[in-house]
């Protein structure tokens, strides 16, 4: 497909003798088609020109040298705006789409690097709750974009299996097993030992020494407190394992905090060595840069922290994936830990790493009071319920509006499920969401089940017009109209999306883009006939319809989404 930008900024390059990379990083598509299909905005250049903006932009005018791409320029204030020469935009773009149906926005650009994403680590012990649903949601579409621009991607669930949180189960555990049905949903009885745990301990402090032998002898290898512990780690998996088949979600490899039990003396001897521990009031820290608190490596009584914990995964990851870059999809109120563990291997002499990770926060989602949702006061809310009620809400529509429909059931799992990770990937990443059944299962605007429907609605339209014209076949200049046009526009700005979600590690761009294309067509749909009497209009048209079916079809399935043929 033509890069419309190189193009521009090759010609741009040649007036203004600045760097083509950096000219075509500068260049714009304007939120109004009036103004036209690409910008310039000149004043980035004023410093370097020594020339005010508007000035800039009628020199560069006067200069541009005819070109069979591009139509006009129009300068406004210190702005070259760029129409294109519409019949081969249309052409090229449609062509791409229906060359390469399959692989549509598919690029090579990540090919020869490696990027590990860490995403989703729920404890065990506890359903999957709420609380999850955003790092991974949000880590799994990163996941297959990033796969999808040709990197190697190393999808890592570091799971929280480690610690005093699932020692308090373990110990509840030997006190209380004999008081719970553990044969039909044995997590839901273990949560349960998990809150009545934490319940005594909030009343009665001097009762967290039994998480605390529990812990003892976990750490000493105690056969019966081992196998209690990975047979939990076995039953959280197996709950996990049915949320991450319902979504698509991916990862390869599964080691948690336990994994590097083995692997924190070499992060303290590597910083001793370096002579960058400090002793503090009686723990062992690093000291930071500016006005960040010390990183603790050893706590006064002796012990790791998830720092400690946090730099022996990094070095094991350097070590195994050699990475380009390192993602952590971790809650917003991790972001001081982040930056105290990046700094610190930066310290320990691994800048080049160190500067290759990055914190991608994102917002809590909040009960009604607007509290964090958590296990420890027993109100999270499992996805299983969330995708389950959505789920039956969607069936519950498809018999009221289309009783005969096949696949029924099928078709409302794809469409409840799309409905929940649509919603949270529709906004932005570092907003907190308040858990609303009410916007969750909203069936109506820029929702999930539109996005599946406009799909559906390509599908229709072609399935009833019997055939699908080839772009050899069809006559682009009978898509010139103003809808037409538009959708097209749209259709040719998926490259730079995905390479824009990707770059800000923002999902929701892909998303609302999703959202703009949908309504595009439905625009397009309402002003005209597809099927037309006019065959050489039809064809045309319909070969617009498809590429719009194959466009919404691939970005929903980036999303984690599905696609029924019929709703």
């Known amino acids: 497909m033509l890069d419309y930008k190189k193009i521009i900024a090759e010609e741009l390059a040649k007036i203004t003798n600045v760097d083509i990379n950096e000219l075509e990083s500068y260049i714009e598509i304007p939120p109004n088609t009036d103004l036209g299909d690409y910008a310039f905005p000149c004043f980035r250049l004023a410093k370097e020109l020594k020339k005010a903006p508007p000035m800039i932009a009628n020199e560069i005018k006067e200069q541009f040298p005819e070109n069979e791409y591009i139509e006009k320029i129009d300068v406004v204030g210190g702005y070259l705006n760029i129409y294109v020469n519409k019949l081969p935009y249309v052409s090229d773009i449609l062509k791409s ?3 390469n149906r399959e692989n549509y926005g598919k690029m090579t650009i990540g090919n020869g690097k490696t990027i590990v994403i860490d995403y989703s680590a729920p404890n065990i012990a506890k359903p999957f709750h709420i609380g999850h649903l955003r790092s991974t949601v949000i880590g799994g579409a990163l996941y297959k974009m990033y796969k999808f621009l040709g990197y190697n991607v190393v999808g890592v669930n570091h799971l929280g299996d480690w610690g005093m949180g699932i020692c308090r189960t373990i110990a509840g555990y030997k006190m209380w097993k004999d008081e719970y049905d553990f044969s039909v949903r044995p997590i839901d009885s273990i949560l349960a030992i998990y809150v009545r745990y934490n319940k005594i301990e909030k009343e009665d402090p001097d009762f ?9 002898l976990l750490e000493e290898g105690d056969e019966e407190t081992t196998k209690i512990w990975k047979w939990i780690i076995d039953v959280s998996l197996a709950d996990y394992k049915k949320i991450y088949d319902l979504i698509g979600c991916e990862f390869d490899s599964y080691n948690g905090e ?7 003396d070499r992060v303290v001897r590597e910083l001793e060595e370096k002579n960058l521990l400090v002793e503090s009031e009686g723990a062992k820290v690093v000291v930071m840069d500016e006005d960040i608190p010390p990183c603790i490596i050893i706590t006064s009584a002796g012990t790791t922290i998830y720092a400690t914990r946090d730099l022996a995964a990094l070095l094991y990851r350097i070590d195994n994936y050699n990475f380009d870059k ?3 999809l971790v809650a917003s109120e991790q972001s001081l830990h982040f930056k105290q563990v990046f700094e610190t291997l930066s310290k320990m002499g691994y800048e080049k790493y160190a500067s ?10 909040l009960d009604e009071d607007g509290q964090k949702m958590g296990s420890r006061k027993g109100n999270a809310v499992t996805l299983e319920e969330i995708f389950n009620e959505s789920i039956e809400k969607s069936l519950q529509i498809i018999e009221e509006k289309n009783p005969t429909l096949e696949n029924k059931e099928e078709v409302a799992k794809l469409v ?3 409905a929940i990770i649509f919603n949270d990937l529709a906004n932005n990443r570092i907003k907190d969401e308040i858990f609303d059944w009410k916007q969750i299962l909203n069936f109506a605007g820029e929702t999930g089940p539109y996005m599946q429907y406009t ?6 339209i072609l399935r009833n017009a019997g055939y699908t014209p080839k772009f050899a076949e069809i006559d682009c200049t009978k898509l010139m109209d103003a809808e037409a046009i538009n959708v097209i526009k749209a259709i040719g700005n998926f490259d730079d999306v995905l390479v824009s979600a990707t770059q800000k590690n923002e999902p929701s761009l892909l998303s609302r883009y999703l959202i703009d294309l949908a309504q595009s067509f439905s625009r397009f749909y309402n002003e005209h006939h597809i099927l037309t009497e006019d065959k050489a209009v039809q064809d045309a048209r319909l070969l617009l319809t498809d590429a719009v079916g194959i466009v919404i079809k691939e970005g929903l399935a980036l999303l984690g989404i599905k696609c029924p043929s019929q709703m």
């Open 455 to 460: 799909y559906v609605r390509t599908q229709s």
């Open 258 to 264: 336990a994994f590097y039990n083995d692997k924190m």
């Open 326 to 328: 390192c993602l952590y």
């Open 416 to 418: 409840g499920v799309g």
């Open 208 to 216: 967290k020494k039994h998480a605390v032998e529990a812990l003892k």
């Open 97 to 99: 789409v229906s060359d």
């Open 356 to 365: 290759a990770c990055e914190h991608i926060p994102f917002g809590l989602v």
